[in-house]
C-alpha cells in the first residue's frame, strides 16, 4: 500500500512553459485535493475531486487545471508557467467527505519557474 | 469562514522541556480540528484529531491536545520534547472535508 505518490519531485519550468503533476493514490479515496504550501502561508487549497468525473475549484485555482477520470488519479496542469507559480504542491486523498476523516498526503513537487 | 491562527511562527525548547504550540480557530459550527506535522523535504502526517467525542486527544509520538470551546483553543503539548520532534506544525479546521483550512504553521526547534 503505497498511500498518495506524487512524480516529479523536483521541476523547474520556464515561463510560458506547461507541466503536469501527477498524483495517484492505492487506498480507493473518493476524495482527492491539490494544495500548494509557501513560506508562512499554510496550504492553499487549489482544486479538489468528490469522485471520478467531477471536481470543483478552491481558494487559489487561478493558473491550474484538473481532471479526474479514475478513482486514483488526479493530475494538476500548469498550462503557462508564471513566477508566481513557483511552490511545493501537495496533492492529498480522504476517504470520505463526511468531517472528522483525516487527509493523507503525498511527498509532495517542489517547482521553480524561472 | 472558519480559520485558524497559530501564534507564533517559530518555537524553541530544550530537549526534555514542555512543548506547547498554540491554535485558535474561529467557526460558526463545531468544528473537527486537526494537527499535522511536516518533516523537513516531507508531506503532511496527520498527528491528531479532534472530532466532538472527548475534549482531550491523544495523538502519536506522545502529543494530546485540549479543546476549549470557551477559548476557542486547540493547543498542541508535549510533556518532554525530544530532538526528533524537530518539525514544522500545522493546525487546521474543518466544517466539511472539502474545506480544510489549515494555519500558517509553527516550526518547532529542539535544543540538545
Known amino acids: 500500500n503505497a498511500g498518495v505518490t506524487q512524480t516529479p519531485k523536483f521541476r523547474i519550468l520556464k515561463i510560458g512553459q506547461s507541466m503536469t503533476l501527477q498524483c495517484t493514490q492505492d487506498?480507493?479515496?473518493?476524495?482527492m485535493y491539490w494544495y500548494r504550501q509557501d513560506p508562512g502561508m499554510g496550504l492553499k487549497l487549489i482544486y479538489y475531486?468528490?469522485?471520478?468525473?467531477?471536481?470543483d475549484k478552491g481558494e487559489v485555482p487561478n493558473g491550474y487545471n484538473v481532471s479526474r477520470s479514475t478513482t486514483e488519479d488526479f493530475p494538476l496542469r500548469l498550462e503557462l508557467a508564471a513566477p508566481s507559480q513557483t511552490s511545493v504542491y501537495f496533492c492529498?486523498?480522504?476517504?470520505?467527505?463526511?468531517?472528522?476523516?483525516?487527509?493523507?498526503f503525498g511527498p509532495g513537487t517542489r517547482l521553480t519557474v524561472t | 469562514a472558519q480559520s485558524v491562527t497559530q501564534l507564533g511562527s517559530h518555537v524553541s525548547v530544550s530537549e526534555g522541556a514542555l512543548v506547547l504550540l498554540r491554535c485558535n480557530y474561529s467557526?460558526?459550527?463545531?468544528?473537527?480540528l486537526f494537527w499535522y506535522v511536516q518533516y523537513p523535504n516531507q508531506g503532511l502526517q496527520l498527528l491528531l484529531k479532534?472530532?466532538?467525542?472527548?475534549?482531550l486527544v491523544k495523538g502519536i509520538n506522545g502529543f494530546e491536545a485540549e479543546f476549549k470551546k470557551s477559548e476557542t483553543s486547540f493547543h498542541l503539548t508535549k510533556p518532554s520534547a525530544h530532538m526528533s520532534d524537530a518539525a514544522e506544525y500545522f493546525c487546521?479546521?474543518?466544517?466539511?472535508?472539502?474545506?480544510?483550512?489549515f494555519g500558517a504553521g509553527t516550526r518547532l526547534t529542539v535544543k540538545p
Open positions: 475531486s468528490v469522485g471520478a468525473g467531477i471536481t
Open positions: 479532534y472530532t466532538s467525542a472527548a475534549t
Open positions: 467557526s460558526s459550527v463545531p468544528p473537527y
Open positions: 487546521a479546521v474543518s466544517p466539511h472535508n472539502n474545506d480544510m483550512r
Open positions: 492529498a486523498s480522504s476517504h470520505s467527505g463526511t468531517s472528522g476523516h483525516e487527509q493523507y
Open positions: 487506498m480507493n479515496h473518493n476524495y
